[in-house]
């Protein structure tokens, strides 16, 4: 989904090539289904509902920032989404630690990357302002 407004954008220092990001993604994506089966394999009550709601929301905002920032071309909307993912992601982290452990390790790669496409993000924010 890399158009020509993308490629006309000032870059932060450390952007990857556009070639990085559908392998880390392939990666990720596998850890994360993995991560959520396990701990959905730890059985039931009340928190694991609230867990799964945060879950389901961080998904949810996850899918919807390739549209804010490629198709919106709004990389400041774009940041007020991957800074709902940074903070629920950390609260998931704990809670998948909580009754899987190894669900919540799992995670971390993930949490790693969406801290790093947070500077990216706040990057192209701040570097193309005067664009928007």
Do not use: C
């Amino acid at each position: 989904m890399v158009n020509e407004w993308y490629k006309a954008l000032l870059r932060p220092a450390l952007t990857p090539p556009d070639w990085v990001f559908g392998p880390v993604w392939t990666i990720l994506y596998l850890m994360i289904a993995l991560a959520i089966y396990l701990y959905l394999r730890g059985g039931k009550d009340r928190v694991r509902y609230l867990v799964l709601l945060l879950l389901a929301a961080h998904l949810l905002a996850n899918g919807i920032w390739t549209t804010i920032f490629f198709r919106f071309k709004s990389p400041g909307w774009a940041l007020v989404d991957i800074l709902f993912l940074d903070i629920s992601l950390v609260v998931l982290v704990f809670a998948f630690w909580k009754r899987r452990k190894l669900a919540s390790i799992l995670l971390i790669p993930y949490l790693g990357w969406v801290l790093f496409a947070t500077y990216l993000n706040a990057g192209f924010y701040l570097l193309n302002r005067a664009q928007q």
